[in-house]
């Protein structure tokens, strides 16, 4: 593993601090085990795949485009696994 891939895993997962220090201050917060390591496997890789397309692709539209577009596959994953806006299976709520 790079030192580059190192930074974006260390910094994903210290994303993870925000919903953990806010567990322990209010019961609005209430994540399990499970939520967190998919949590971190959504954060991880979607910031490896980015560094994965910025090193791979080479046109600068395309790279933004396709950043663009991982980016919004992430939140859409994140919001409908949050609130089920979908109705999917895998609706949090």
Do not use: H
């Amino acid at each position: 593993m790079s030192k580059k891939q190192k930074v974006i895993v260390i910094s994903m997962m210290s994303l993870l601090l925000i919903p953990f220090i806010a567990m322990q201050f209010t019961e609005e917060v209430n994540w399990s085990l499970f939520d967190f390591i998919i949590a971190g496997l959504l954060l991880v890789g979607t910031g490896l795949l980015i560094e994965f397309v910025s090193r791979k692709v080479s046109g600068a539209i395309t790279r933004k485009l396709v950043i663009a577009g991982i980016v919004v596959l992430f939140v859409l994953v994140w919001v409908e696994m949050a609130v089920g806006i979908f109705g999917s299976p895998i609706a949090g709520n």
